[in-house]
């Protein structure tokens, strides 16, 4: 309802108008006015007053039959009628409630009349708008509640098959490599590309002997405790974990996630890992089992990217760096970690070193500098060895 609120007084004598136009506007309304029926309804739907103050005797149209269409319009039924009639019978004034009036006054009325009845029909209409207007807010908020939950299942939906296919993913990919698929839909990161990167190769010693001269039954065991063992220190340093070829795994650093500090990042992996592989040998050799454990690291450029087809797919490097990495793990002693000459330049300053001297490997045309690494400077620091890339407590 308007401040102040607006009458339309509707007579078609001019005299009784002013009359009223005087009176309500002495009282602080806003008073709009309509000569006969035709005119009302024209006048009602132009200003859409608050109350109506309406004639009954009009040519034309008479205020009953603009009553009646008022009522029937759903947008305008609840604006209150006072009928001003002259004729005092109770038929009449029966048939005017009948027809939408809300009241009555019948000609000649009294001023304190006429107020107190505008003032008791503008009550209701000011909480008949408040109830209506409650109800529309309580109707948005619901419709918005809806849209909300809409939008929030939807999101639900969305992250449940995200991670669904996560999951799918990291069964046979590494993490970063999952979740790096994930997050692109064209997989830019994993597109087949150049990088520099530092590949760790590491295998159990005497372990094709052990299966010859063991049942599938330990074979299983011991391999199941070996994953279990490296495998959470892998992903807690960040390595993309390529593959497992039996007893056999080859890590990745820098890619698909790039590691500053890479070369740092896979001594000190190769360094836990065979603390915790150490531990698990001397559990194997109580049970018979002669079971050691050897590294190969280095450090070099190399094409990678996802190889494979729709069914299946892995994400590999291919480069000498590989190959490298793999041929030093084959040379490797049971607890040696060797290292190439890159990866040996980049943790001279942090590690304790001995020079292998030169090895001549498989597939290499030229001898190359092999060194072991025996352990971490005390004192020395790294990303790895307090907090991973990201700045997080290792």
Not at 76 to 103: H, M, N, S, W, Y
Not at 133 to 154: I, V
Not at 322 to 327: G, I, V
Request: hydrophobic content about 40%; aromatic content about 6%.
């Amino acid at each position: 309802m308007r401040t102040p609120p607006r009458i339309l007084a509707v007579d078609d004598v001019p005299a009784n108008l002013d009359i009223l136009r005087v009176r309500l506007e002495s009282q602080g309304y806003e008073v709009v006015t309509a000569v006969d029926g035709e005119d009302a309804l024209a006048r009602v739907a132009e200003t859409e007053p608050d109350l109506i103050l309406l004639d009954i005797m009009m040519p034309k149209l008479d205020g009953i039959e603009v009553a009646k269409r008022l009522k029937q319009d759903a947008t305008r039924r609840f604006i209150p009628i006072i009928l001003v009639t002259a004729k005092a019978d109770t038929k009449d004034v029966v048939v005017g409630l009948e027809a939408g009036g809300d009241d009555y006054l019948t000609k000649p009325f009294e001023h304190a009349a006429l107020m107190a009845r505008v003032r008791s029909l503008l009550r209701i209409k000011q909480l008949h708008d408040t109830v209506s207007d409650q109800a529309q807010l309580l109707q948005n908020k619901t419709t918005e509640l809806a849209d909300l939950n809409s939008s929030l299942e939807q999101r639900v939906a969305e992250q449940t098959a995200e991670i669904e296919r996560i999951s799918q993913l990291q069964r046979f990919l590494a993490p970063q490599v999952a979740e790096t698929m994930s997050a692109s839909e064209e997989h830019a990161a994993l597109v087949s590309h150049r990088r520099e990167i530092t590949v760790l190769f590491c295998d159990l010693r005497g372990f094709t002997a052990f299966t010859e001269s063991s049942d599938p039954e330990e074979v299983m065991t011991v391999l199941s405790e070996y994953h279990e063992a490296v495998g959470k220190l892998i992903f807690r340093y960040e390595g993309t974990l390529e593959r497992f070829l039996g007893d056999g795994i080859m890590i990745i650093f820098n890619d698909p996630i790039p590691i500053p500090d890479h070369c740092e990042r896979a001594v000190q992996l190769a360094l836990d890992m065979r603390a915790s592989v150490g531990a698990l040998s001397a559990k194997w050799r109580k049970a018979g089992h002669d079971v050691g454990f050897g590294i190969g690291i280095a450090t070099g450029y190399a094409t990678l990217g996802l190889i494979g087809f729709d069914k299946r797919r892995e994400y590999t490097a291919i480069g000498r760096v590989t190959n490298l990495a793999s041929r030093l793990c084959d040379e490797a002693k049971d607890g040696q970690i060797v290292v190439a000459q890159r990866t040996y330049n980049a943790i001279q300053q942090q590690a304790e070193i001995e020079l292998l001297g030169e090895m001549s490997l498989k597939g290499l045309t030229r001898p190359i500098p092999a060194y072991h690494v025996v352990g971490w400077k005390a004192g020395a620091t790294s990303g790895a060895a307090g907090q991973d890339s990201k700045g997080l407590p290792a």
